[in-house]
Every structure is written in structure tokens, then in C-alpha cells.
């Protein structure tokens, strides 16, 4: 988790509230205390902790332990990114930056597997091939995508795989995204359904397998730096979207203009960017990212930090429910006195939907419901809102908590371990102080 600047009405840094705590307490960036923390945190913050009898076990969160990152700089895109890579290219969004309904170009994540193509002059004249186990392989241009199937725009939550892998402990690898590996955009494009019945889906299919035309890291043109596939069911789904528009615009090339898949509610690695061919196949796909440990999850559970026994992994599939607190930003002091903080944020799934979310700043003692916001389609992530009560001036931590259309809630720290960290999904925690 990260911190926004900004300064209350003396002047203070707010991110001074999580900087001491961070340096005073001992606290590690996973968000469990040392002996001494209760103290420390008390000092830090200046002022009381008003539920403290309700710290169990000493956890405290991970956004006290982590300072404001390096200011990222991008053509289109706004300071604020976190950058967790630069080869490939890979960046998050804090929580406090996907405080709009629809997460604007500037704001969204970014995430390569290998090196972008080069530009392409005419985006219309982009080629597209499907073949395998199809009646009649196609190849179509942009502009015969969009002037031959039925043009359709969908607001729906394109998510990494590893989002919320930092909040492993051990770490696992990859890199460390916390909750900002997502955003919500609105996609215009065709169904990828219709396009595969045009070219006559043989019985036998059972399974994609995507490829695009970004290069591997290497060089070597015979590598390829990704392709990944999805039952013919998930292909089918009316969701499932060939895009060449995000937010009303042509796609932007680093989002995988001109001509990108969207798979929602599965990981976004199945949403192939600057992809050109897809493949019938009959079997599961096993292109690279496919295979061994990669973007597959633990059957039965694992001790965390043991290697991983063959056969014991599952394909990640649907993503697993998520929260987020966008307003107010973690580490944001309000004045003396104030009583009431209204509350901002985001919750979404994988397929399941989201029935509620819930709010507490008793470190989980009580819960109060939040006001959800109606998705556009399926696929959408649901807005809220909530206004808590702060009863005393001092140090809080603001809980959000997401339960999912089959009852599954977020767990209070990241579960399931894996070698890879997928799923990773507690509850997000932001630090306000009053006074």
C-alpha cells in the first residue's frame, strides 16, 4: 500500500503519520508487531488509539509499514504509479488513485510480459487470425471487426493475476502488487464468441490459446514471452470482448492497442494484449504461462514457503473478492475534533459478484454495511460509500471487508498460500489520525 501526499492545515506532511510508525515501530512490510509496536504506534501517531483493546494478535497493517515510492513517469500517464518493473514494464495504481466510477486512461495499471511492437500507422489495418479447430479460418482487419459483428461496450474490472501478492508471507514471486493491479474501464469491441462462430467452432475444440505480436525479453524470435488460452465456455461468454476502444478512445498502445482481448473476471493474462492469432484447440492450452506453477493455484493447501508437488495446482480461474478504501487516502489526518469521516471505495469479483461490503475502524470488532452503487453489466465493480463515527481524536484504522454473491468474505491476511502468489485478497486497511 502506498500514501498520498498532501498537507493538513499546518502545513504537515500526512504521510509523517505512516513514515514514523514505520521507522519507530519495527513493523514489517507484511503488517505483523513486534513486542514493542503497540508503544511505538502510540508514540508515532501522537495521541491515543481509541479501540486499541482490539488489536489481536499484534497485526497491524501493511500501509503503516510502507512509505510513499519513487515518483513514476510515463507518456499519459499521471505521478502517482508505483513502479513495481521496468523489464517488462510493470506498474500499479494506489488505492486512492481508482477513486473515479470509471478508472480514466491516465490512471490505469500497466502490465507487459515482454516487449511491446512497434506502432502501427493505420489501427484499422491491425490483422486478426483464427484458426485450429475451426470450419473456416479467418483472418480480419480492425475495420472489418468493426464493420461486420454487432459493436458492443461493456464497464468492466480488467485484473492482474498477482494482484495482492505482496501481502504473502513468505513473499512469493513476481512482482509485489498490493491492491492496485486493476482498474475498471469501459471497453468497446466485438464479441469473441461471434467472432468464433463465424469461423464454425468443430466439436472437438475445448480450449484457446492467444497469441499477440510483443516479442520475448530475450530477443530470440522464437520464444514467445506469453500465450495463454481459456475453456471454450469463457470464450463464448457474451463478456468476453475483442477491444479496440478503452473509455471512448482508440486503444492506447500500452494497453494493447490496437487490438487487445478482455476475459473478465479471470486474470488478466488471458486478456492477450496486441494479440493477432487465437487458436482452436484440443486440449488445454500449454503455452508459456500455462504450464508448471504459473498462474495456478494450490489444490490442497500448501505450508507456506514449501516447495510445490507436482500435480497439486489448479488453473486460476475466477479472481477472488476484493475491497478497496479510495477515499480518504492511507495516512490522512483530519483536524482536531472531527467526529464523522465519510468513506469511499470499490469492491469486485471474479465471477460471483458482490452482494456487500462492510466497513469497521475497531480493528474488526464491528461492522457497519455500506451503500452499494448498481453495476452498469456484469463484471462491473460495485462503488460504495459509508460514513463511520470517530469518538475520540487519536489513531484509526479503517477496514474494509467485500463478501461475494456465494457468501465468501475477504479474509483478515492472505491465504492459500502459493509459490506464485495468486489470490491473494485480505482486507484493505488505511491509517487516519485525528488530532
Excluded at 100 to 128: C, H, M, Y
Aim: charged share 20%; net charge neutral.
Amino acid at each position: 500500500m502506498t500514501t498520498q501526499r498532501s498537507t493538513d492545515r499546518a502545513g504537515r506532511d500526512d504521510t509523517g503519520l505512516a513514515v514514523a510508525v514505520s521507522r519507530r515501530s519495527g513493523v514489517s512490510r507484511r503488517g505483523f508487531l513486534g513486542g514493542t509496536g503497540l508503544v511505538a504506534i502510540t508514540a508515532a501517531a501522537g495521541g491515543a488509539i481509541p479501540f486499541a483493546a482490539g488489536l489481536s494478535g499484534g497485526l497491524v497493517p501493511a500501509a503503516m509499514a510502507q512509505t510513499a515510492p519513487a515518483p513514476f513517469e510515463f507518456p499519459g500517464k499521471v505521478t502517482g504509479l508505483s513502479l513495481l518493473g521496468d523489464r517488462p514494464l510493470v506498474a500499479e495504481t494506489p488505492e486512492h488513485l481508482l477513486d473515479d466510477e470509471t478508472t480514466p486512461i491516465e490512471k490505469f495499471f500497466i502490465r507487459n510480459n515482454g516487449t511491446p511492437p512497434d506502432p502501427v500507422a493505420d489501427p484499422d489495418s491491425w490483422q486478426l487470425t483464427v484458426e485450429g479447430l475451426v470450419d473456416q479460418p479467418l483472418t480480419l482487419t480492425v475495420g472489418e471487426l468493426k464493420s461486420r459483428f454487432e459493436n458492443v461496450t461493456y464497464r468492466m474490472v480488467l485484473e492482474c493475476g498477482g494482484n495482492g501478492r505482496a501481502f504473502f508471507d513468505p513473499p512469493a514471486r513476481g512482482n509485489q502488487w498490493t491492491n492496485g493491479g486493476a482498474g475498471c474501464a469501459e471497453w468497446t469491441g466485438v464479441r469473441l464468441g461471434d467472432v468464433l462462430k463465424a469461423a464454425g467452432v468443430k466439436p472437438g475444440a475445448i480450449y484457446t490459446a492467444h497469441y499477440g505480436a510483443d516479442t520475448h525479453l530475450s530477443g530470440d524470435p522464437a520464444r514467445l514471452p506469453l500465450s495463454r488460452g481459456v475453456r471454450l465456455e469463457k470464450a463464448m461468454e457474451e463478456h468476453s470482448l475483442i477491444v479496440w476502444g478503452m473509455n471512448g478512445q482508440p486503444l492506447p498502445e500500452i494497453h494493447g492497442g490496437p487490438l487487445r482481448l478482455i476475459i473478465p473476471g479471470w486474470p488478466g493474462s488471458a486478456s492477450h494484449k496486441w494479440v493477432n492469432r487465437i487458436e482452436l484447440r484440443d486440449v488445454e492450452h500449454d503455452g508459456p504461462g500455462m504450464t508448471g506453477t504459473s498462474y495456478r493455484v494450490a489444490i490442497k493447501p500448501m505450508i507456506p514457503g514449501a516447495e510445490p508437488e507436482s500435480g497439486n495446482f489448479r488453473i486460476l480461474e475466477s479472481m477472488p473478492v476484493r475491497s478497496i478504501i479510495s477515499s480518504p487516502a492511507n495516512g490522512t489526518t483530519l483536524p482536531a475534533g472531527s467526529r464523522r469521516l465519510a468513506l469511499r471505495g470499490a469492491a469486485w469479483n471474479g465471477e460471483k459478484g458482490v452482494q456487500a461490503v462492510h466497513v469497521s475502524v475497531d480493528f474488526g470488532a464491528t461492522w457497519h454495511a455500506a451503500m452499494l452503487a448498481d453495476p452498469r453489466n456484469r463484471y462491473d465493480w460495485r462503488r460504495w460509500t459509508a460514513e463511520v463515527d470517530l469518538p475520540l481524536d487519536g489513531y484509526y484504522e479503517v477496514w474494509t471487508r467485500a463478501t461475494d454473491g456465494e457468501g465468501v468474505m475477504q479474509p483478515h491476511v492472505a491465504g492459500n498460500w502459493n509459490p506464485q502468489g495468486y489470490g491473494g485478497n485480505p482486507m484493505h486497511r488505511i491509517a487516519v489520525l485525528v488530532g
